[in-house]
């Protein structure tokens, strides 16, 4: 989705807790969902990815959920690390076009 | 980390010059994209590239020319430079584009542009 505002969301989660990514996805005709994480100063990196027709995704210490019905995508977190610390995007895919629509990102802050 | 080099890194310029970013590839992707990031907006699609010689426009390809007369090189050109255009500018490449889209991109490091 777009996002209206200057400022990133922010999220704060202590060095070991479970981090949680929300992120509202725009069209329903999306069929390609993908995370990505952007350390300072950094391009963004790949984490994964779901299609459409799943609804959960595991990586190593990463899962993504999918839920259709409220058009909500997430990105959990397993342990936070301090080398977690970044802005994550997610991006959809709108079935037809193969060109990714890229939200305005969450930064995650992980506390010692 | 996938080879791909973007130059200059930082460039600050006066509006109405023009300016030319170099994004170059080891990777022998056929795949080469151009970014913009800006607050509160993610990244943006200015144009693209499927092949040598082959390009196409992106979402905000307006006041953006691009070229790519090799496979390593994706050139991006600022005719007059304005002062919207000040961002910072990445350069992606993919291997394959099929029905779910790009697949992974990988990002160059960025170049930071400042119009005056």
């Known amino acids: 989705g777009e996002s209206v505002g200057l400022h990133l969301p922010t999220l704060s989660v202590q060095e070991g807790d479970n981090s949680i990514i929300n992120c509202a996805y725009s069209?329903?005709?999306?069929?390609?969902f993908i995370w990505y994480k952007q350390e300072s100063g950094k391009g963004p990196q790949f984490i994964i990815d779901?299609?459409?027709n799943m609804d959960k995704r595991q990586g190593q210490r990463v899962t993504v959920l999918l839920n259709k019905t409220v058009k909500h995508l997430s990105l959990q977190i397993a342990a936070t690390q301090p080398g977690d610390s970044a802005v994550y995007f997610c991006?959809?895919?709108?079935?037809?076009?193969?060109?990714?629509?890229w939200g305005a990102g969450t930064k995650l802050i992980i506390k010692p | 980390d996938a080879g791909i080099t973007q130059s200059p890194r930082h460039k600050v310029t006066e509006t109405g010059t023009p300016v030319t970013l170099r994004c170059h590839q080891t990777e022998n992707h056929r795949y080469m994209y151009w970014y913009r990031q800006d607050p509160g907006h993610g990244l943006r699609l200015i144009h693209y590239s499927y092949g040598v010689k082959d390009t196409d426009k992106g979402e905000v390809s307006d006041g953006y020319s691009v070229s790519r007369s090799k496979t390593e090189d994706f050139l991006l050109t600022l005719e007059s430079a304005t002062s919207s255009q000040t961002s910072v500018y990445f350069c992606a490449i993919s291997e394959t584009v099929n029905t779910w889209g790009t697949g992974e991109l990988f990002f160059g490091e960025g170049s930071r542009l400042t119009v005056l």
């Open positions: 991006a959809e895919k709108i079935l037809g076009n193969y060109q990714l629509i």
């Open positions: 069209n329903s005709a999306s069929d390609y």
């Open positions: 779901i299609r459409s």
